[in-house]
């Protein structure tokens, strides 16, 4: 019998190929190549795995840079969403949003 998976992590497919002497009359078995066959491990896993690997790779990075940017206008005494100085002012008098103050 050879046994082939297919698929990446995971395996996904199984291919069996199974071999005995087909002239003796006595031995009877089941089909010699039956279908692949699915494997809902890999099915189900792949995809979280390899989608959890691309958000990690495009999209982390830029939340990152995005918060980063925030945490320090914030702590410069600047807007958060613009970047325009507001000093005490409970709005920003640029874009209109709501300031929290620092400290």
Known sequence: MDVSHYGWPLPVIEEKQM????????????ISDPPPRLLWMGTLANPILLGTAAWLILVAPLLAFVLGRRA??????????CGYPV?????????????????
């Open 19 to 30: 071999w005995w002497d087909w002239n003796d009359p006595v031995l009877t078995g089941p």
């Open 72 to 81: 320090w206008r914030a702590h410069g005494g600047q807007c958060t969403g």
């Open 87 to 103: 000093g005490t002012s409970p709005v920003c008098t640029e874009c209109g949003a709501a300031v929290t103050p620092s400290g």
